[in-house]
C-alpha cells in the first residue's frame, strides 16, 4: 500500500514506522514547509492519504485529494463546522472519506460505554462533566474526542450544549480542557449527586494506539474498497 501522509507531525512519524514495519510504502510526507508537493499526489503514486494536519488547513487538504480520486483518512479535529461542505464535496466527486476524531480501538470502545452509560442514566440525579487531559502542543479545545463522548450525554441528558469550562447549570454540559506536557490524552465521565460518584476513563499511554488504528483503518479501506463517507461505525461494525 502506498500512503502518502498529509501532515507529517508526531503522529505522521507514528504512522510512518508503523506502516513500513508492516511492508507499505511512503509516497509523500507533507507539511506546511512543502505544502505545493499536494498537487503532485495522484492514484498512480498514492493508494491512499493519511492526513493529520491542522484544523484551518484540513477542509482544504480533503478537498485536494478527494478531487483527485484518492481515498482519504482524516484524523484532524477543529474543522467540524465545515463537515457539510465536505460531505457534499465527496458526494459530488464520488470520493472516498472516512473520519474519526480518535483511530483509537480502546477510544472507539470507550465511545460505546459512554453512550450505554448515558441512557443508563437518563432519568438518575446525578450532574454529568468530562475532563480531557492532552499535550501543550493541542491546538484545539476541547478535543474532537471530548466532543464525541459529549453528544450522547447530551441527548439522553437532554442538555441543551457543551460548554468549555466548569459549570452548575444543568441544561450544560461542561467539559474541562487541560494541556500538560507529555500527555497523548485522557477522557474522564463523572456522574456525581451527594451520595455517591461514578467515573469511568480512558487513558492513552502514547500515540501508537492511533496510528495503528489508522493504519488498520487504512488497510480496511483500500481491501473492502469502500466508498462514500466512512467512519469508526463502518469500520468496528457496532
Not at 29 to 53: A, H, R, W
Not at 218 to 233: F, H, N, P, R
Request: glycine share 8%; with cysteine.
Amino acid at each position: 500500500m502506498k500512503i502518502s501522509l498529509v501532515g507529517y507531525g508526531k503522529m505522521g512519524i507514528a504512522i510512518e514506522n508503523l506502516g513500513l514495519a508492516a511492508g507499505h510504502s511512503i509516497a509523500y510526507k507533507i507539511d506546511k514547509s512543502n505544502q505545493n508537493q499536494l498537487e503532485e499526489l495522484s492514484l498512480e503514486n498514492t493508494d491512499i492519504v493519511i492526513e493529520f494536519s491542522d484544523p484551518k488547513k484540513a477542509v482544504f487538504n480533503i478537498k485536494a485529494c478527494i478531487k483527485k480520486g484518492i481515498p482519504v483518512i482524516s484524523g484532524t479535529t477543529g474543522w467540524l463546522d465545515a463537515w457539510q461542505e465536505v460531505e457534499l464535496y465527496c458526494k459530488k466527486h464520488n470520493g472516498t472519506f472516512f473520519y474519526a476524531s480518535n483511530y483509537s480501538i480502546g477510544v472507539n470502545l470507550f465511545f460505546k460505554i459512554n453512550q450505554f452509560a448515558a441512557k443508563l442514566m437518563a432519568h438518575q440525579n446525578y450532574q454529568v462533566e468530562l475532563e480531557e487531559i492532552h499535550h501543550t502542543e493541542k491546538k484545539d479545545s476541547p478535543s474532537g474526542t471530548a466532543i464525541t463522548l459529549a453528544e450522547p450525554i447530551l441527548n439522553e441528558q437532554n442538555m441543551d450544549h457543551w460548554v468549555n469550562n466548569k459549570t452548575d447549570d444543568k441544561s450544560k454540559l461542561g467539559i474541562l480542557s487541560k494541556r500538560e506536557p507529555n500527555v497523548a490524552g485522557t477522557h474522564v465521565v463523572t456522574y456525581s449527586s451527594e451520595i455517591d460518584e461514578i467515573s469511568f476513563s480512558h487513558i492513552a499511554h502514547g500515540r501508537k494506539g492511533f496510528a495503528k488504528g489508522a493504519l488498520s483503518v487504512a488497510e480496511w479501506v483500500i481491501k473492502s474498497k469502500s466508498t462514500g463517507m466512512l467512519s469508526m461505525k463502518d469500520f468496528l461494525r457496532f
